[in-house]
């Protein structure tokens, strides 16, 4: 049996072989569990609903993953287990967290308002995610190598981030609405993604070059974006088109109040409009795309032939000739044979 849930004097009764056990509080009439009892199979342990004073402890040392659901006191003596890889703790009071052992490699908090104190994590983990939490403002705790995805979310104590990884995949930065700073930001070797925010002062101060970034209702403040940039997403987002690196090789812009694509980087080689209700014309369009997606910019009656496209989604574009296309396949196919005839 894969999986088997129960009620916290139900352990003996788990079947050999069982994976994943779901343990939920059956009342304080029981007696406190002894999870020593798990069968040596159960690797993945899910307590829920834990509302009374029974320390966690101890637990079995062979989990390797652990899912905490609005737990109120683990108890102080709750060590968790030595072989654990992933801790999951949803709507969890407690204040503080740790210490971990070294092979932890994924951590997920989510709702648990009343954690202020973090406990340093192993060098190397594979996720950090933080969801929904008022107090915690000292952030050195992270990972001090490597993080292939971090997420922090509705931080709300969060004012800057002066210690992060050396090295993180994916960085996500949602809905922290004190955030002042990035300074501390060192490499990001995959997308930056920062949504909900106000970022003051120029994002060309970030410490390491950033190839990828996502800007979603981000209050820019005239921040410039930084010159390593080849890949920019954009969603309501109030952004001078002229402040874009030189060397942007692909941009999505999304729903914006843009009228104009004055400014747009010549070499631009992907291109993606969405939304844009405003925007009036076409005539900044960079002639040498390769690929281009418009979908929902029904204003513009100019849309050039791009002789050099390669691929291009469409739902409605009018050209210079008056042309209405809802395909891009038709569109690729008129401008070809346009282009073809042109040449002949």
């Not at 609405?177 to 070797?189: F, M, N, Y």
């Not at 109030?238 to 942007?248: E, K, S, W, Y």
């Not at 291109?271 to 979908?295: C, D, Q, T």
Request: glycine share 4%.
């Amino acid at each position: 049996m894969a999986s088997f849930q129960c009620e916290t004097d139900e352990l003996a009764s788990i079947p050999p072989g069982t994976v994943s056990v779901k343990v939920v509080d059956g009342g304080s009439y029981l007696p406190a569990p002894d999870y020593r009892l798990l069968p040596r199979s159960v690797t993945e342990l899910t307590i829920d609903d834990y509302k009374f004073e029974w320390a966690l402890s101890p637990l079995p040392g062979w989990l390797v993953s652990l899912t905490l659901t609005e737990v109120t006191d683990p108890g102080s003596d709750c060590q968790l287990p030595p072989e654990l890889e992933k801790l999951v703790l949803i709507d969890c009071s407690l204040d503080q967290l740790g210490p971990f052992p070294s092979s932890l490699q994924s951590l997920e908090i989510n709702g648990c308002y009343e954690l202020c104190r973090i406990e340093p994590l192993p060098p190397v983990m594979t996720l950090v995610e933080i969801v929904g939490n008022s107090k915690l403002s000292d952030f050195s705790f992270l990972p001090t190598e490597r993080v292939d995805r971090l997420t922090l979310t509705g931080l709300y104590a969060l004012e800057s981030l002066d210690k992060t990884p050396a090295e993180v995949g994916v960085f996500t930065i949602d809905s922290c609405e004190k955030i002042r700073s990035l300074a501390g930001i060192k490499q990001v070797t995959g997308s930056l993604r920062i949504k909900d925010c106000s970022i003051p002062g120029d994002l060309t101060s970030l410490a390491s070059p950033i190839e990828t970034l996502h800007l979603i209702r981000v209050i820019l403040d005239d921040a410039m974006i930084p010159a390593s940039v080849k890949h920019l997403v954009l969603s309501y987002c109030r952004l001078d088109l002229a402040v874009l690196p030189r060397g942007l090789e692909s941009l999505s812009h999304w729903p914006s109040r843009l009228q104009s694509l004055k400014g747009i980087p010549e070499d631009l080689v992907r291109l993606e409009l969405a939304k844009l209700r405003h925007l009036v014309s076409y005539a900044e369009l960079p002639l040498f795309l390769r690929h281009i997606s418009i979908k929902e910019v029904p204003g513009p009656k100019d849309f050039p032939r791009l002789a050099h496209l390669e691929s291009a989604e469409i739902d409605y574009v009018m050209t210079k000739d008056r042309t209405e296309y809802t395909s891009g396949e038709q569109y690729l196919a008129d401008s070809k044979m346009k282009a073809k005839s042109a040449r002949s």
